[in-house]
C-alpha cells in the first residue's frame, strides 16, 4: 500500500503534536507538514498535495470552513474536520464546504488512525453517534422543498433508494446489506451507482443530500 501523506492544521502546538505522534505509529501515514492558521493550511496544502487534511475549524486569520471550500475547489485534497460537540453549527457548515468527515478532539488513537486511512480511500467518514443527532438536529421542523436534490433523487432506483436511506441512518455496509439481504459486495455496487447518478463524493454528502431531498424525515 501506498503511504499516505497528511498535514495538520490546528492553531494549538500540542494539539498538532499530539495528532503526529499518534498518526505516525502507523508506517502507512507520514506527516508531511502543518499549518497553523487558514491561510497557512491553504498555502501548506496546495504545496504539499497530501491525500487528507486534518482540520481545526476555529483558527486565526482565516477559519477551518474557509479554508475547507477553497482546498476542495482547488485541490483533490480529502479533509477531516476535527471539533467538538459544543460547535455542531460550524460542523454542517464545514460539511457544506466539502469536508469529507469529521472527528471529535478526543477520539481514540485506533479511531484516528482508522478515519484517515478510510479518507484517503475515499470513504466519507460518519460518526454514527454524533453525525445522525446532528443532522436531525438541523433539520428538524423543515419540510424538504423540491429542488435538485429531489431531481436527482428519482434517478436512482428503488434499491438504490434504499441503501441510501439506511445509510443516512447510520448504517454502515454490513448492517445494510443485512437488512436488505444483499451481499456486502452488491450494496458497495449500489453505493457507487447512486454516488455517480447524484454527483456526490462520498458517504458524508450523500447523508447530507438524503435528508435534503427529503428522503429521510
Known amino acids: 500500500m501506498n503511504t499516505i501523506r497528511v498535514v495538520i492544521a490546528d492553531d494549538q502546538p500540542l494539539i498538532v503534536s499530539s495528532l503526529k505522534l499518534v498518526l505516525e505509529t502507523d508506517p502507512l501515514i ?19 498535495r497530501p491525500e487528507v487534511v486534518l482540520m481545526d475549524i476555529q483558527m486565526p486569520e482565516l477559519d477551518g470552513i474557509a479554508a475547507t471550500g477553497q482546498l476542495v475547489r482547488d485541490t483533490a485534497a480529502k479533509i477531516i474536520v476535527l ?23 478526543n ?31 438541523r433539520t428538524a421542523g423543515r419540510p424538504a ?43 458497495k455496487t449500489h453505493l457507487s451507482n447512486l454516488l455517480a447518478k447524484t454527483n456526490l463524493r462520498d458517504r458524508v454528502q450523500a447523508v447530507l443530500f438524503a435528508h435534503r431531498a427529503g428522503l429521510i424525515q
Open 30 to 48: 507520514r506527516v508531511v507538514g502543518t499549518a497553523n492558521t487558514g491561510y497557512e493550511a491553504i498555502s501548506t496544502v496546495t504545496e504539499l
Open 145 to 187: 422543498e423540491p429542488g435538485p436534490e429531489s431531481q436527482l433523487l428519482q434517478s436512482l432506483t428503488e434499491r438504490e433508494r434504499q441503501v441510501l436511506a439506511l445509510l443516512a441512518t447510520g448504517g454502515n455496509n454490513q448492517e445494510i446489506a443485512a437488512q436488505l439481504g444483499l451481499s456486502e459486495a452488491t450494496v
Open 83 to 105: 471539533t467538538t460537540f459544543n460547535r455542531d453549527d460550524y460542523l454542517f457548515d464545514a460539511l457544506d464546504a466539502g469536508a469529507s468527515g469529521f472527528l471529535l478532539k
Open 107 to 137: 477520539t481514540e488513537p485506533e479511531t484516528l488512525i482508522h478515519a484517515v486511512h478510510q479518507v484517503a480511500a475515499g470513504h466519507g467518514l460518519l460518526a454514527p453517534e454524533v453525525t445522525l443527532k446532528l443532522i436531525r438536529r
